[in-house]
């Protein structure tokens, strides 16, 4: 068993939930937490989520009946999560929006007001009409294009820019007022956090900054109920982000981590993105109390929020006693909390911005500075909650310097450290931990370059076939957490400690007297696939054969499936670094099952894979084999140790061919095996594993070597198909053995899930 190994809890949902905001939260698919909790943690009890990075664990968690208390030190978070938990539906938005569209500016209303911005002319008819966005260069004065969709004549698409658009865009390019009031809004005692405001501040276009202080104007002084009014508050928040020039054109990749503006982007007509906000709000199934923590006298059901970090929260009052702590890692993240001081500034005024100061003065965050972040919060943990209470984490967008900074933190201060999963497909690692006793760290500990040459050893011949960096890297992190490598028992962690690991770790992925990389189209170590230079003889089946087996098992004990069930159960059967991906999952259902025209989400086995079926088809093969020996004057040898293999001999005792008749697809330990001679060896199998074999081979580039040696491959319906031969050779069974190999044939349906 692979050490520190837990079963993946896959979501209920495979997309993260669609929050506003959304694209700076980590992208964790929905019901995660909760699916882990059923299972440990009973409804009713108190779960403490000491990061609070996202509204998804507290909303999801006091939905399933648990008591969430969070802390939450981002006010953008901290109000999307209270907005959220009061579930206002589309409707409230669309009413508040247009008691604020009638309000007046001037003689006009402020909707007018505020589309005029964004007037042009349509190149269909010539009509004045609000455009849908233009689209800038980087540092260019002037946008090149607009999308204009008109009512009138129904024109759309895209046109370039013209001298009315230049003429509007000069009509809003005073923004110095605007600006100044909202430098005013986030003004700090700092120069490093006065000067980071500014360079947020300078991702807006003039036009973008008018707007948006013109309605902030107008949302302040209208007299609307508390609870109509935060509905304009949180339309306001989301333009902040639209508004900003962070959206590329055409649209790419939509995560920005930094402040830095793309070479061509968009800015929208922020009007009309309200009006889609508002009507586009994601639906809730109901609202859910949600209190303050400072205010709250008893733990209601539902949501408790605490204004600030953990260490500000602990200890806990009387009475809270925590069952779990379950979170969401915050990840780094420059561009998000430089904007969550920005606007936080903007709607709430300067004293909500202290929090967040640290935020405005660093430009960037390295792994060591987030896993001192990380260790602080772990000691807090750890000094005021009793032993033995779970910690269960998710690690959204996961990689080898996130989990380094999270795993040596909390090694530092001595959780005890369970277990962990990781799914490539989601990009998703989950951690487990109970809060324990400090240990003293030991002395005596092992060199860090040989604990991790291990891990790697010991990951590779588990698996039993290639890994991508990320799965070695993890292993040998594993491996020096097994053997407290990382325990250090200080507050903080030495302040190169994340370097250092990570220089030890490039020093034996380049030590080519242990591993070698296939399909590696760069330099860099996190490119391309890793194995062993040595590779044991002993070697087990790779995990790609041992996933296909456990499917062909499950169908051979059921003839139906439904894939949820399927996937838990593999995930229970291959855990850890184990977690097989979805791309071998529906290879292996193609191969040997059908979707229910009824429930696609149904599999059943095909008639054809039934185990009696398969039994029979093997039977008629070794009996066509032995048959066919005698035809062209050979020897046919059975050993009963190996009873589904037949081997040929000359009638002089030289081999000619070993026949290995199978009816899966599990290669990895035949063609390894030093005892087949890989010329004269011959896996006769199903032409309904081509498919998957062929996928195996591709994306196995040891088991492709091992092939290329010169195996042969035989499909049951060739191996019938040259039998009924009227003249047999030995010279034409050889020309006709390699007439039909395997490879891609188009299924009738593939499911290629995404679940």
Request: net charge negative.
């Amino acid at each position: 068993m692979e050490t520190f190994a837990i079963p993946y809890q896959p979501g209920l949902s495979p997309e993260p939930p669609a929050f506003p905001l959304g694209r700076y939260l980590p992208p964790v698919p929905q019901g995660m937490a909760v699916a882990w909790l059923q299972k440990h943690v009973t409804p009713g009890s108190v779960i403490l989520d000491p990061f609070g990075s996202s509204p998804q664990v507290a909303l999801e968690t006091a939905r399933a009946g648990y008591r969430v208390i969070a802390a939450c030190n981002n006010p953008v978070v901290r109000f999307l999560t209270e907005t959220l938990a009061a579930a206002p539906q589309a409707a409230d938005f669309k009413a508040a929006l247009a008691e604020l569209a009638m309000q007046k500016r001037g003689d006009d209303r402020l909707e007018n007001v505020l589309q005029n911005l964004y007037l042009t002319t349509c190149p269909g008819c010539n009509h004045k009409v609000a455009a849908e966005a233009f689209l800038w260069r980087k540092e260019e004065q002037a946008p090149y294009a607009k999308i204009v969709h008109c009512p009138a004549c129904l024109w759309e698409g895209e046109a370039e820019t013209n001298e009315f658009d230049l003429q509007v865009l000069q009509q809003s390019a005073n923004d110095t007022i605007n600006r100044a009031r909202a430098l005013q809004r986030v003004e700090i005692r700092d120069e490093d956090a006065r000067q980071g405001a500014r360079e947020a501040l300078d991702t807006y276009q003039p036009r973008q900054i008018n707007f948006l202080f013109t309605l902030m104007n107008k949302i302040q002084t209208l007299d609307l109920p508390p609870e109509q009014k935060n509905l304009l508050w949180m339309l306001f928040l989301v333009l902040c982000d639209e508004g900003n020039m962070m959206w590329s054109h055409p649209p790419g990749r939509t995560r920005p981590r930094q402040l830095s503006v793309p070479s061509e982007y968009q800015e929208v007509n922020l009007w009309l993105m309200m009006e889609r906000t508002a009507s586009q709000w994601p639906e809730s199934p109901g609202a859910l109390p949600c209190q303050d923590y400072r205010e709250a006298k008893i733990l209601e059901p539902g949501i408790t929020l605490f204004p600030g970090r953990i260490r500000d929260m602990l200890p806990l009052r009387s009475g809270m006693d925590i069952s779990a702590i379950v979170s969401i890692f915050p990840r780094p993240n420059q561009a998000f909390w430089t904007y969550s001081a920005l606007w936080s500034g903007w709607i709430w005024g300067t004293e909500a911005v202290v929090p967040l100061k640290s935020s405005l003065q660093r430009k960037r965050y390295s792994w060591q500075w987030h896993a001192n972040a990380l260790s602080s919060s772990f000691s807090m943990l750890q000094s005021h909650l009793p032993a033995g209470i779970p910690l269960w984490g998710i690690v959204a967008e996961s990689n080898p310097g996130f989990l380094a900074a999270i795993l040596a933190a909390s090694e530092n201060n001595g959780l005890e450290f369970s277990g962990l999963s990781w799914n490539e497909d989601d990009q998703v690692s989950q951690l487990w931990w109970k809060t324990a006793a400090i240990p003293q760290p030991s002395e005596e500990k092992p060199g860090l370059g040989k604990v991790i040459r291990q891990g790697f050893r010991n990951y590779l011949q588990l698996r039993a076939e290639p890994a991508g960096y990320t799965h070695l890297f993890t292993a040998g992190m594993l491996e020096l957490v097994r053997e407290k490598c990382l325990a250090r028992g200080l507050r903080e962690l030495p302040f190169n400690q994340i370097t250092l690991l990570q220089n030890q770790f490039a020093v034996n992925f380049s030590n080519r007297s242990l591993l070698r990389r296939f399909e590696s189209e760069s330099q860099s170590q996190e490119s391309g696939v890793w194995w062993l230079e040595e590779v044991p003889a002993d070697l087990k089946p790779s995990l790609s054969d041992q996933v296909e087996l456990a499917i062909r098992s499950i169908f051979q004990q059921k003839e139906n499936c439904d894939f949820p069930v399927l996937l838990n159960a593999l995930y229970e059967s291959f855990p850890g670094l184990m977690t097989p991906n979805l791309e071998l999952l529906d290879f292996c259902l193609e191969s040997y099952a059908r979707p229910l025209p009824t429930h696609p989400e149904t599999w059943q086995i095909r008639e054809a894979e039934r185990i009696e079926a398969r039994q029979a088809d093997e039977t008629e093969a070794l009996m066509m084999l032995k048959a066919s020996a005698e035809r062209v004057g050979l020897e046919s040898i059975t050993n009963p140790h190996e009873p589904a293999s037949v081997e040929w001999h000359t009638r002089d005792g030289e081999l000619v061919f070993k026949f290995f008749v199978q009816s899966h697809a599990c290669i990895s330990r035949l063609v390894h095996h030093p005892d087949h001679l890989a010329d004269q060896g011959v896996i006769v199998f199903p032409g309904s594993r081509s498919n998957l074999l062929t996928y195996k081979i591709k994306k196995n580039y040891y088991l492709e070597e091992l092939v290329n040696t010169g195996w042969h491959f035989l499909k049951f319906r060739t191996l019938r198909s040259i039998c009924i031969r009227p003249e047999l050779t030995l010279v034409n069974w050889k020309e006709l053995l390699d007439g039909d190999p395997p490879r891609w044939e188009q299924p009738q349906q593939l499911s290629f899930f995404s679940t």
